[in-house]
Antibody, heavy 115, light 108 residues
Framework: EVQLVESGGGFVKPGESLRISCAASGFSFSDEWMSWARQAPGRGLEWVGHIKSKVHGGEADYAAPVKGRFIISRDDSENTVYLQMNSLKTEDTAVYYCATDHWNWGQGTLVTVSS | DIQMTQSPSSLSASVGDRVTITCQAS??????LNWYQQKPGEAPKLLIYDTSNLETGVPSRFSGSGYGTDFTFTISSLQPEDIATYYCQQYDNLLPLTFGGGTKVEIK
């Protein structure tokens, strides 16, 4: 059974950084492209970015609102994908979800950016 | 960016009713479309992938159709447990991946 468990969310001030993690199990993690998406309170879903599998080059792509501030990385030995969020803004406040290439989603972790 | 226009934004229907949600893409996305169900406080759940393929374990009252720019999601007989918000999502090669704005389904 595919399991994705996000962690590391919390409360930060504008301009600060935070790294959240997504631990995966139940599938061949190294073969899978992994995505991050987010949902601001009371709002719809927004794709944040994805990271390709190493066999496809391992590069990451990002949505425009986070490009240059967020970095997605992966550790295939730990079956974990990370989202490093820098220069956080109040509009980054959201529940952040990781998802597999077949769009199985974790339960999400809440990131709140506020002064 | 490919815009996904989903309608209606909300609907109210009776148990047993047929419910239809549409999603229109601003560019041709072939059949690269997913449909999700999201209940309050929960993560989105994939119901249909590649426009019309039912995810394992999803009841057969859910279905999807379409191609190119116009897509339809149908619940053939609405059940109380179907109360949720539904989203379409395109995953064509052109980034970013984008979602429709959501349709909140309520029981009348």
């Amino acid at each position: 059974e595919v399991q994705l468990v996000e962690s590391g969310g919390g409360f930060v001030k504008p301009g600060e950084s935070l790294r959240i993690s997504c631990a995966a199990s139940g599938f061949s993690f190294s073969d899978e492209w992994m995505s991050w998406a987010r949902q601001a309170p009371g709002r719809g879903l927004e794709w944040v970015g994805h990271i390709k599998s190493k066999v496809h080059g391992g590069e990451a792509d990002y949505a425009a609102p986070v490009k240059g501030r967020f970095i997605i990385s992966r550790d295939d030995s730990e079956n974990t994908v990370y989202l490093q969020m820098n220069s956080l803004k109040t509009e980054d406040t959201a529940v952040y979800y990781c998802a597999t290439d077949h769009w199985n989603w974790g339960q999400g972790t809440l990131v709140t950016v506020s002064s | 960016d490919i815009q996904m226009t989903q309608s209606p934004s909300s609907l109210s229907a009776s148990v047993g009713d047929r419910v239809t949600i549409t999603c229109q893409a601003s560019h041709d996305i072939s059949d690269y479309l997913n449909w999700y169900q999201q209940k309050p406080g929960e993560a989105p759940k994939l119901l249909i992938y590649d426009t019309s393929n039912l995810e394992t374990g999803v009841p057969s009252r859910f279905s999807g159709s379409g191609y190119g720019t116009d897509f339809t999601f149908t619940i053939s007989s609405l059940q109380p447990e179907d109360i949720a918000t539904y989203y379409c999502q395109q995953y064509d090669n052109l980034l970013p991946l984008t979602f429709g704005g959501g349709t909140k389904v309520e029981i009348k």
